[in-house]
């Protein structure tokens, strides 16, 4: 299985920053993705008001789907990936602890050259 996630430019997307998460640790996951996009918008994460997460994303089935809550063997890491919208960034939730915030690569010229 090939890492996709170093890969740049990945389904035109462009990785603005990395955070691991250890469902086995005191950190939530919610706050582990809350510190990932506030280091993306290079922000404090107090400043992540618009849109709220919970707008954007049900953490708690999030979590329950790669994690299963809880860290032992039924867990499912090392298995999928949940993305969604957060924004003007994508957010790609890794079942081995990876949060990635990416944004698109592509800019405007070449999305007005792409639609001609």
Not at 12 to 30: C, I, K, M
Not at 68 to 87: H, I, L, N
Not at 88 to 106: A, F, K, P
């Amino acid at each position: 299985m090939s890492d996709d996630a170093d890969t740049p430019g990945r389904m035109g997307l462009e990785q603005v920053t990395r955070r691991l998460y250890d469902p086995a640790g005191d950190v939530a996951l919610v706050t582990e993705i809350v510190y990932a996009l506030a280091d993306a918008r290079n922000v404090s994460p107090t400043d992540l008001t618009s849109p709220t997460l919970y707008e954007c994303v049900d953490v708690e089935s999030l979590e329950a789907t790669l994690f299963d809550g809880k860290e032992g063997p039924s867990s499912r890491r090392g298995s999928g990936t949940v993305t969604f919208q957060y924004a003007d960034y994508v957010v790609t939730v890794w079942s081995d602890g990876w949060i990635e915030v990416s944004e698109s690569s592509t800019t405007e010229t070449e999305a007005e050259s792409d639609r001609s």
